[in-house]
C-alpha cells in the first residue's frame, strides 16, 4: 500500500469511526473477511476494530491460543518467555477509549510482542530479563523509552520473546537459547535455527503470534532472525530509537527495532518507536523531525536509483561460509531490482571489506562497553532477588545453577569471562572504537556509497552482512528474498537445532549510511511488493497455530 493508499485508508478509517460511535453501523463486520492471524497486516487489524468486527479484547485472547498452541506443546517452539497478565484489562481500557475518543495512532489497540531485554514496568506482571534466572523478578525503575512510545501510541504489550541469552553475549552457545525460554526453534523446518538474538521476536512474526514484535541489534540480532525466519527487520541508525531501558551491550552498536510480516507494519511501527529520548544522549542528535516512514512506501520507488553490490568478502562463499545457494537467489533478486528501474553498480566494493573481516576491533569495543553497561544495569535496579550485582556475580551466579543456566551443551560463559577481565576506556579501547568507524562507514559504507555514487548497497543478509553496519552504527532493511531447496545439506546450528535446512528462509538487506532509512524502507517495499516472497511458503503444517478470530468471537 502507497502512500497516497495509506491516506485514504486513514480517512476511510475516521469516517468510519464517525458511523460506528454516532450510529452503530457494523456494516464492515458483515460484509469483510475476518483477517487471517498468520499473515494480518496492523492496517487489516485495525480496521476491523474500528468497523467493530472485533476488538482488542479479541484480538489478545485469539494471540495467547495461538502461542498457548505451538509455544510449549506441539512443536514447542519457545518463542515467547511470558505473556502479559494485564493484557486483558488494557485491552478492554482502550477499547473503552476508542468507542469514546477514536484510536490515538496506528497502533491503538494492537497487540505487540518485545524483547525480553526491553524493560517494563514491573507492577504490570512481566519480568525483563534477558532470559537469564539472574534477574528473574528482578524490578526495573521504568519502560523503556521505546515502550513509552509503544504505550503513549495505545499498543498493548502483549509478552516478552524469548533470545539468546544477554543477547547472544554470554559464550560459544546456539542462537535462540536463553536459560528462561530455553531453545527457541525455527517455524519453518523442525528445530531449524532460528537465529538471534531476537529468536523469539523473528519466530513469533513469522507465524502470526503477535501482530508486530521488536526486536534490538548490535550485530545481527535483528537482520539475522528476519533472514532465516521470511519476516522484515529494520535494524535502525544507532540513535535513531531509545535505548534506555534495554539490557545493553554497547551503547555504540545497540539498536531497537520491528520484526514484522510486511515492511508497510516495519514502517508503521518504526515511525511510532523513532524519536528523541533525554534518557539515551546518542538520540538526541537524530534529525528532526522523525519521518513518517509509512510516506516512503512506493512500488516506484527504485526508477532511477543507482543500487550497487559489494561483492568483496561479502559474497565469497569462503569467507562468509554460505550455502552456494544463498548468491543463486541473490543474482536472481539484483535482476528484479534492474526490472524495478534501478542501476546496478557490480561490484561496488567497500575498500575496507579485508580488513573488516580480519578486524578484532569490535571485540574489544564490546568487550569493555559490555562490562561497564551491564554493571550499570546491575546498579539501577529497584530490586534484584537474585543478589546479582554486577557481571562478576553473574558470571558465578551460572555457575553455582547449572540446571537453570549450564544445562548440557549451553553452559559456556566464554564471552562473559573475557568481558569481566577488561579494565574499562583505555588507549586500545578508543584506538579500537575509532578504527570501526573507520573501518564501517569512512572507509566502508560511505566510501562505497560516495566513490560509485550510490542510493544504497544490497546484499544477502547471511555471512558478514551485518559488520560494516555493526560497527559503523548504520541501518540496515531487510526482507524475504527465498528459501533453501529441498535437497540442501543440512547442518548442525547447536545441540539441538540444524542450519541451513529445506524451507529455512533467506532474506535480503538493503545497507545506507546514517538516517537512510526512509531511502531503504522505500526500496525494501518495492522489492517486498515485486516479488511477494513471503506468501511463496508457509511454516511447516505443526508449527502454524490454527486460532483465529472467529474462534474467539462471542466466547
Excluded at 523446518?189 to 526486536?215: F, H, R
Excluded at 561483492?311 to 550455502?323: E, I, K, Q, Y
Excluded at 564471552?415 to 578508543?430: D, K, R, V
Aim: charged letters at 15%.
Amino acid at each position: 500500500m502507497g502512500a497516497k493508499l495509506l491516506t485514504l485508508f486513514w480517512a476511510w478509517l475516521a469516517l468510519s469511526h464517525f458511523f460506528y460511535v454516532s450510529r452503530g453501523v457494523v456494516s464492515a463486520a458483515i460484509t469483510t473477511p475476518l483477517p487471517d492471524l498468520y499473515e494480518a497486516s496492523v492496517i487489516e487489524l485495525q480496521a476491523g476494530l474500528t468497523s467493530g468486527q472485533f476488538t482488542s479484547v479479541d484480538l489478545i485472547k485469539a494471540y495467547f491460543a495461538r502461542i498457548e498452541e505451538v509455544n510449549l506443546k506441539g512443536p514447542m517452539l519457545r518463542a515467547v518467555i511470558e505473556t502479559n497478565p494485564s493484557a486483558l484489562r488494557e485491552a478492554a481500557a482502550l477499547d473503552y477509549e476508542r468507542l469514546t475518543y477514536g484510536p490515538r495512532s496506528a497502533l491503538h489497540g494492537i497487540p505487540v510482542l518485545v524483547k525480553d531485554n526491553i524493560a517494563t514496568v514491573a507492577f504490570e506482571g512481566m519480568n525483563t530479563t534477558a532470559g537469564s534466572y539472574s534477574l528473574l523478578n528482578s524490578v526495573v525503575p521504568n519502560d523503556a523509552g521505546v515502550v513509552k512510545r509503544l504505550r503513549k501510541a495505545g499498543a498493548i504489550i502483549l509478552g516478552k520473546a524469548n533470545l539468546s541469552e544477554w543477547a547472544h553475549f554470554r559464550g560459544n552457545l546456539a542462537s535462540g537459547w536463553s536459560g528462561r525460554g530455553g531453545q527457541c526453534t525455527n517455524a519453518y523446518y523442525p528445530n531449524a535455527d532460528p537465529c538471534g538474538s531476537s529468536a523469539g521476536s523473528g519466530v513469533a512474526a513469522s507465524i502470526g503470534l503477535a501482530a508486530v514484535t521488536l526486536g534490538t541489534e548490535t550485530d545481527g540480532s535483528i537482520t539475522c532472525p528476519a533472514n532465516q525466519n521470511n519476516v522484515v527487520g529494520i535494524k535502525s541508525t544507532v540513535g535513531l530509537t531509545s535505548r534506555a531501558g534495554v539490557i545493553p551491550i554497547s551503547e555504540h552498536q545497540d539498536t531497537v527495532g520491528p520484526l514484522t510480516r510486511s515492511v508497510t507494519d516495519a514502517a508503521i511501527l518504526l515511525s511510532i518507536i523513532a524519536g528523541p529520548d533525554p534518557n539515551d544522549n546518542f538520540t538526541m542528535a537524530q534529525p528532526i523531525p522523525v519521518p513518517d516512514y509509512t510516506m516512503a512506501l512506493s512500488n516506484t520507488s527504485l526508477v532511477g536509483k543507482r543500487i550497487g553490490v559489494p561483492r568483496a568478502v561479502f559474497l565469497n562463499d569462503s569467507m562468509t561460509g554460505n550455502d552456494p545457494y544463498v548468491n543463486q537467489v541473490f543474482e536472481q533478486a539484483l535482476e528484479t531490482l534492474k526490472i524495478l528501474g534501478a542501476t546496478i553498480v557490480d561490484p561496488a566494493d567497500l575498500p575496507s571489506a579485508y580488513e573488516i573481516y580480519e578486524s578484532n576491533n569490535e571485540t574489544v569495543v564490546l568487550d569493555v562497553d559490555f562490562k561497564v553497561q551491564l554493571n550499570a544495569w546491575f546498579d539501577s535496579l529497584i530490586s534484584n532477588p537474585s543478589g546479582v550485582t554486577s557481571l562478576e556475580e553473574l558470571i558465578m551466579f551460572d555457575s553455582n545453577n547449572p540446571k537453570l543456566e549450564e544445562p548440557t551443551g549451553y553452559a559456556d560463559q566464554s564471552i562473559l569471562i573475557e568481558s569481566q577481565a577488561t579494565t574499562g576506556f583505555n588507549a586500545s579501547y578508543y584506538q579500537s572504537l575509532a578504527f570501526d568507524m573507520e573501518l564501517g562507514a569512512t572507509r566502508g559504507i560511505d566510501a562505497a556509497l560516495k566513490m560509485y555514487a550510490l542510493d544504497a548497497l544490497v546484499l544477502p543478509a547471511p555471512g558478514y552482512t551485518t559488520v560494516p553496519a555493526a560497527i559503523a552504527g548504520y541501518p540496515i532493511v531487510t526482507v524475504p528474498l527465498g528459501f533453501y531447496p529441498e535437497n540442501v545439506t543440512i547442518g548442525s546450528a547447536g545441540p539441538n537445532t540444524v542450519y541451513p535446512a529445506p524451507g529455512v528462509p533467506i532474506g535480503l538487506s538493503f545497507l545506507g549510511t546514517a538516517w537512510s532509512e526512509y531511502s531503504l524502507i522505500s526500496f525494501a517495499y518495492a522489492y517486498e511488493q515485486k516479488t511477494q516472497t513471503r506468501l511463496q511458503r508457509k511454516a511447516y503444517a505443526a508449527a502454524i497455530p490454527t486460532t483465529q478470530l472467529a474462534d474467539i468471537l462471542g466466547k
